[in-house]
């Protein structure tokens, strides 16, 4: 059974990893939604040599294990001198796996624009850049909320996987307490608990987004 | 005065445009007229480039133009076959976003430019709705309305008629005949023929990438058996 005493007891620590949970998943985000949107319309664009690049690169993030990449940058890359606090690894390395995601989702939202509308923006005038920014990318986005808000909820559950590199997020406390404890039943319902409302809560306001930006489609 | 001059576009050794050459002053409408294949769209895009000619010459009153910077002058306009409005916006900000980014318009300005143009076209009331509420005619006015915020001196429409109903013909026709009326140089590519006789136009037969045969369309309707490839084309397509 689930000691509720044990579970509200270790609950100040659990919310404690919790919210290093959530700075690891907004900050990777972050970082996979910029690199994301950069490597689409790179691979969208006409350089073929840049696209071949953007191709390496997702091929490797996409298809080796997330739990590899964070081993990798957490033991080897200190060896060719390149050190970061496990807080700061985690995020870069699960944002530069999101990243490579992202970037595949922004290439099918960019291929969703009609090439009408671009050759419209050139005959009007619209710089390349401005194309991008005021025509390409609201609508690429916009397509692919659901696709990103999928990625986003993935990320919040993979923040977990920083625990293996000692960084201190919920998995790890909850990995601690029950280690004292011997009670991973309570122990392991609340962390799971914790995950849940974050992530039903990210579903959420996804779902308010996407009912928000859809307003140009109602008829 | 719009001058082409020996027009040519190969694509894949097929010849689109074969050394094609035509002019249209202040005022004029310029149909090009065909059946689908002969080069008359390629010439509109080549103007606006968005085709590259593989030889020819455009000048504009007699000086020639850089057609790769054409777009940045705005003396060209284009009003596509299917619109090619920016969906993700409202009526009014598919005008506004082009007074404000390109013509470099402060918003209160722009939007004051934009409900103008949108009550010329009578769109005024449909301001705020998205491209996705409008009908093909509306949506044809607000192309109309968002390549005149740039002013350009020549127009081009691509196939106006195709994406729409029959029953808006006149409608279109008389919205192509102001914009020559207001003193633009306005170029037409269509296989429509119902078009021809509500404009005053200058008719250009299209075949296998050059003009087969052309006459105004006063002079063609007064004496249809002097243009026999035109009356072949035009009675052919009320027969269809």
Sequence with gaps: ?219 | MLKIENLTKIFNDKIILDNISLQAEKGDIAVLLGPSGTGKSTLLRILNNLEKPNAGTIYFNNKKINIETVNRTHLIGMVFQQFNLFEHLTVEQNVTLVLEKVIKKNNKNAKKIALDLLKHYGLADKAQKFVSQLSGGQKQRLAIARTMAVKPKIICLDEPTSALDPLLTTHVANNIQSLADEGHIVLVATHDTSLLERLNCTIYLMGKGNITESATSVEFFKNKKAYPLIDTFVSGHIED
């Design chain 1, 1 to 219: 059974m689930v000691d509720y005493q044990l579970l509200i007891r270790s609950l100040p620590k659990l919310l404690q990893g919790a919210l290093v949970s959530i700075q690891i998943a907004a900050l990777s985000c972050t970082i996979g939604i910029t690199l994301g949107i950069i490597l689409g319309l790179v691979q969208s664009g006409k350089n073929k040599f840049l696209r071949i690049l953007v191709g390496i690169y997702v091929t490797i993030f996409r298809g080796t294990p997330m739990l590899i990449q964070l081993t990798f940058a957490f033991f080897v890359l200190p060896e060719i001198g390149i050190t970061l606090p496990a807080f700061w690894t985690a995020i870069v390395t699960i944002g530069l796996n999101s990243g490579a995601y992202v970037s595949q989702i922004i290439r099918s939202g960019i291929k969703s624009v009609s090439k009408g509308q671009l050759e419209a923006a050139q005959v009007l005038g619209f710089s390349k850049m401005q194309t991008t920014r005021y025509i390409l990318l609201p609508q690429a986005i916009r397509t692919v909320v659901p696709a990103l808000g999928n990625e986003f909820i993935t990320l919040v559950k993979d923040s977990s996987l920083a625990s293996t590199i000692t960084v201190i997020e919920l998995t790890k406390v909850g990995q601690r307490i029950q280690s004292t404890t011997f009670d991973a039943l309570t122990i392991y319902t609340g962390v799971a608990l914790i995950y849940l409302l974050m992530t039903s809560t990210l579903s959420f306001v996804i779902a308010k987004v996407e009912k928000r930006i859809s307003k140009h489609v109602e008829n």
